[in-house]
Nanobody
């Protein structure tokens, strides 16, 4: 019933910026951790950044200083501001969340978005 929908991906030149959004919808009581992962062609999915409900953040070394994750808890939405983009950032970006659903069994459920493609040209 709970689902995540990403948006904001697209084509951008190296050095440019892009902002991704992920909105959770459905019968949600609360969301603990929300994060972004990415998967490049021929590679495994990797963690990009995470954010707790209280605002604590964590980043992969490859994106520190360039990417910023933020949340709007009232809207159940997480954002990823990507600056100084590099061709190596090209990947499908996926949103992830730990969700406590209304009417559920009082445990956090893991949900994934469908992914949004980011392509950085050199």
């Amino acid at each position: 019933q709970v689902q995540l929908v990403e948006s904001g991906g697209g084509l951008v030149q190296a050095g440019g910026s892009l902002r991704l959004s992920c909105a959770a919808s459905g019968s949600i009581f609360s969301i603990n951790v929300m994060g972004w992962y990415r998967q490049a062609p021929g590679k495994q999915r990797e963690l990009v950044a995470t954010a707790t409900r209280g605002g604590s953040t964590n980043y992969a070394d490859s994106v520190k200083g360039r990417f910023t994750i933020s949340r709007d808890n009232a809207k159940n939405t997480v954002y990823l501001q990507m600056n100084s983009l590099k061709p190596e950032d090209t990947a499908v970006y996926y949103c992830n969340a730990e969700v406590l659903a209304i009417g559920g069994d009082f445990r956090y459920l893991e949900r994934w978005g469908q992914g949004t493609l980011v392509t950085v040209s050199s």
